[in-house]
């Protein structure tokens, strides 16, 4: 069974930039497609961005340009990298791995944007 441990959330000004990484064990995350979702308190969980095994992304519109979602398959790490962070980026932060057999889910990071 994989397990995904999410990191490098925190509390940050605007404009600031943050990196989340998402690190599997228990199965090589090739298999799978990762995805980086975001919950804000009183709404639901979004997808923000994701890529496929084959390395083909697709973002929210709301954070295309800013940022950047890559994995490491020798790490068996997924990253999501976030510049020019909003207020509006304020929220849980959660890593999923998902295939025809499974959909997982890590514990979440929180971020926050804050002046």
């Known amino acids: 069974q994989v397990q995904l441990v999410e990191s490098g959330g925190g509390l940050v000004l605007p404009g600031e930039s943050l990196r989340l990484s998402c690190a599997a064990s228990g199965s090589n995350l090739w298999f799978y497609t990762m995805g980086w979702y975001r919950q804000a308190p009183g709404q639901q969980r979004d997808l923000v961005a994701s890529?496929?095994?084959?390395?083909?992304?697709n973002y929210a519109d709301s954070v295309k340009g800013r940022f950047t979602i890559s994995r490491d398959n020798a790490k068996n790490t997924v990253y999501l990298q976030m510049n020019s962070l909003k207020p509006e980026d304020t929220a849980v932060y959660y890593c999923n791995a998902r295939n025809i057999w499974a959909d997982l889910w890590g514990q979440g990071t929180q971020v926050t944007v804050s002046s």
């Open positions: 890529i496929s095994s084959g390395a083909g992304t």
